[in-house]
């Protein structure tokens, strides 16, 4: 049997108080024993005053990345093995949270990323392409296969990198991040999900980011590659 007191779900959240409460609430049914972090990244409504979890706050907006290295520290400093994240809009079911753990303790990977269906019928046209695209010159450019690179469910064995290795605070974190585990030769596995898309505003503004995700994928090519952990 699993032991969840080495995992810990961090949830990076900005302005989620109509989705935060109902996302805790499905995480507890399913794994009531496993610790939540909420990382509240300079919210302006109650997203810091959710009750029942810890919650790290940011005193200003600093971005998903920045979100993301603060849930890092703080599962590492609080001694967990592994992290999981998922995103705070319900975009990301929680009854996969268990096929996240099987998953690394079958493959003992690294690094564990959500793999959505792409298709038209459930996913926004922009959002469509963004993904395939990015994904597969990710793929090209380390030479290995990564299916959903955008993905933000994801499960982390924490010691297997340094964050601050990491340089990029908004969404481009998360290309960052795959690009450098897999250039790195770290063991990453999929897990299929559901694709899921609410009417609700996406923070991802198309044009900005990617131009921003171009720049960081030639910036890729003069990172160094470093040894296996």
Same mark, same amino acid.
């Given at each position: 049997?699993?032991?969840?007191?080495?995992?810990?779900? =961090?949830?990076? $959240?900005?302005?989620?108080?109509?989705?935060?409460?109902?996302?805790?609430?499905?995480?507890?049914? &399913?794994?009531?024993?496993?610790?939540?972090?909420?990382?509240?990244?300079?919210?302006?409504?109650?997203?810091?005053? &959710?009750?029942?979890?810890?919650?790290?706050?940011?005193?200003?907006?600093?971005?998903?990345?920045? $979100?993301?290295?603060?849930? %890092?520290?703080?599962?590492?400093?609080?001694?967990?093995?592994? $992290?999981? *994240?998922?995103?705070?809009?319900?975009?990301?079911?929680?009854?996969?949270?268990?096929?996240? =753990? /099987?998953?690394?303790?079958?493959?003992? $990977?690294?690094?564990?990323?959500? !793999?959505?269906? %792409?298709?038209? /019928?459930?996913?926004?046209?922009?959002?469509?392409?963004?993904?395939?695209?990015?994904?597969?010159?990710?793929? &090209?450019?380390?030479?290995?296969? @990564?299916?959903?690179?955008?993905?933000?469910?994801?499960?982390?064995?924490?010691? #297997?990198?340094? @964050?601050?290795?990491?340089?990029?605070?908004?969404?481009?974190?998360? #290309?960052?991040?795959?690009?450098?585990?897999?250039?790195?030769?770290?063991?990453?596995?999929?897990?299929? =999900?559901?694709?899921?898309?609410?009417?609700?505003?996406?923070?991802?503004?198309?044009?900005?980011?990617?131009?921003?995700?171009?720049?960081?994928? *030639?910036?890729?090519?003069?990172?160094? /590659?470093?040894?296996? !952990?």
């Amino acid at each position: 049997m699993t032991n969840l007191t080495k995992y810990c779900i =961090i949830i990076p $959240a900005y302005n989620a108080e109509t989705t935060l409460p109902q996302l805790i609430n499905k995480i507890n049914e &399913i794994v009531q024993s496993i610790q939540i972090i909420v990382i509240n990244d300079g919210s302006y409504d109650s997203t810091g005053k &959710i009750a029942n979890v810890l919650v790290v706050n940011h005193n200003r907006n600093q971005g998903k990345g920045e $979100a993301i290295k603060t849930g %890092f520290r703080t599962a590492s400093d609080k001694g967990y093995t592994y $992290a999981i *994240f998922l995103d705070a809009d319900l975009q990301h079911d929680p009854t996969k949270i268990p096929d996240f =753990i /099987k998953t690394q303790c079958e493959t003992n $990977a690294d690094l564990v990323v959500g !793999k959505r269906d %792409f298709n038209l /019928k459930n996913m926004p046209f922009f959002r469509y392409l963004s993904n395939t695209w990015t994904s597969g010159l990710i793929t &090209i450019r380390t030479g290995r296969k @990564i299916s959903d690179s955008q993905c933000g469910f994801r499960l982390v064995k924490l010691d #297997s990198v340094n @964050i601050n290795d990491f340089v990029y605070t908004g969404f481009q974190f998360e #290309s960052e991040f795959v690009i450098k585990y897999l250039l790195n030769d770290k063991i990453v596995a999929e897990v299929e =999900i559901p694709t899921i898309y609410a009417s609700e505003k996406s923070s991802i503004n198309h044009i900005p980011d990617t131009l921003k995700f171009i720049k960081l994928y *030639f910036n890729s090519f003069l990172w160094k /590659k470093r040894g296996k !952990k």
